[in-house]
């Protein structure tokens, strides 16, 4: 998987004039250290993102129906109460999903987001008093953060904004990453390059939706990178194409990858059995 890269555009073109050649327009941060413009830390408010990933103990499906249809439904209630006991201004998101049968180290994943990382905390905590934990491993757990990226201008409707808007297609392909040192030894203008060829091989992919955040010193990766689309064929072509480009080759880890189902909580659950 090392030909995706976290800071590209999606399938989606960005709004900007696009250049003679028919590229995009992009932006270059001439100074993305921050060591010569002295530039002061950003305090602004920003979307925090937690993907859980949850592993059921095969005992749980040992006990009788009526219990497990009990504990499933406490479950339920903590997670959304999580969003639903909230005010409104919280901003709090619950995205649930479904990997029953499509990976063996996890069955499903909800993807929370909110503008204080305690939050994640707390929706924890919830879950941590039911008794369905009492079966659950959580052997994927990741955090970060959403930031607009320096290769791309402001693109309408892309989590490369300051919100992500997320869930909107009916596959999340989910994978850490981080490039390798090297890379940040290039000069801007060649990272930019790169990237504007990335950019361009991913254009016409327009079913295909990135939402990059940044894990930089606060979980172990550097971005986690999620991709909303309904059409996995289309996702599939576009990793493929992207392994040509030259920037995979700075890729140092990218996995391991999590095709993620959309789903009601309900239903995430009862495919637990």
């Given at each position: 998987m090392s030909e995706q890269k976290p800071e590209q555009t999606p399938a989606t073109p960005p709004t900007g004039r696009p250049a003679a050649s028919g590229r995009p327009k992009m932006m270059v941060d001439l100074d993305p250290s921050g060591q010569v413009t002295g530039r002061e830390g950003d305090r602004s408010n920003r979307q925090?993102?937690?993907?859980?990933?949850?592993?059921?103990?095969?005992?749980?499906?040992?006990?009788?129906?009526?219990?497990?249809?009990?504990?499933?439904?406490?479950?339920?209630a903590a997670?959304?109460?999580?969003?639903?006991?909230?005010?409104?201004?919280?901003?709090?998101?619950?995205?649930?999903?479904?990997?029953?049968?499509?990976?063996?180290?996890?069955?499903?994943?909800?993807?929370r987001i909110a503008f204080d990382v305690r939050d994640f905390q707390e929706a924890q905590a919830r879950l941590n008093r039911t008794r369905l934990m009492g079966y659950l491993t959580q052997p994927y757990n990741f955090v970060s953060m959403n930031k607009r990226s320096q290769y791309v201008?402001?693109?309408?409707?892309?989590?490369?904004?300051?919100?992500?808007?997320?869930?909107?297609?009916?596959?999340?392909?989910?994978?850490?990453?981080?490039?390798?040192?090297?890379?940040?030894?290039?000069?801007?203008?060649?990272?930019?390059?790169m990237m504007d060829e990335h950019i361009h091989a991913s254009a016409p992919f327009k079913g295909v939706r990135i939402n990059t955040s940044y894990s930089y010193g606060i979980d172990d990766q550097e971005f986690v990178v999620s991709f909303d689309s309904d059409y996995p064929q289309e996702f599939?072509?576009?990793?493929?194409?992207?392994?040509?480009?030259?920037?995979?080759?700075?890729?140092?880890?990218?996995?391991?990858?999590?095709?993620?189902?959309k789903k009601e909580l309900a239903g995430v659950l009862g495919d637990l059995g």
């Open positions: 925090f993102m937690n993907y859980a990933f949850f592993k059921l103990d095969p005992a749980f499906r040992r006990l009788p129906q009526a219990e497990r249809d009990e504990i499933r439904a406490e479950f339920q997670a959304e109460g999580w969003v639903s006991d909230a005010p409104a201004e919280k901003g709090l998101i619950l995205r649930p999903y479904s990997l029953v049968g499509v990976r063996g180290d996890v069955d499903f994943m909800l993807w201008n402001r693109v309408e409707g892309s989590g490369h904004g300051l919100e992500v808007l997320p869930g909107q297609g009916q596959f999340l392909f989910i994978y850490p990453f981080m490039k390798t040192r090297a890379w940040y030894d290039l000069t801007p203008h060649s990272r930019q390059g599939v072509d576009l990793v493929h194409r992207l392994r040509y480009t030259e920037a995979s080759m700075y890729t140092l880890q990218d996995t391991p990858m999590f095709t993620c189902v």
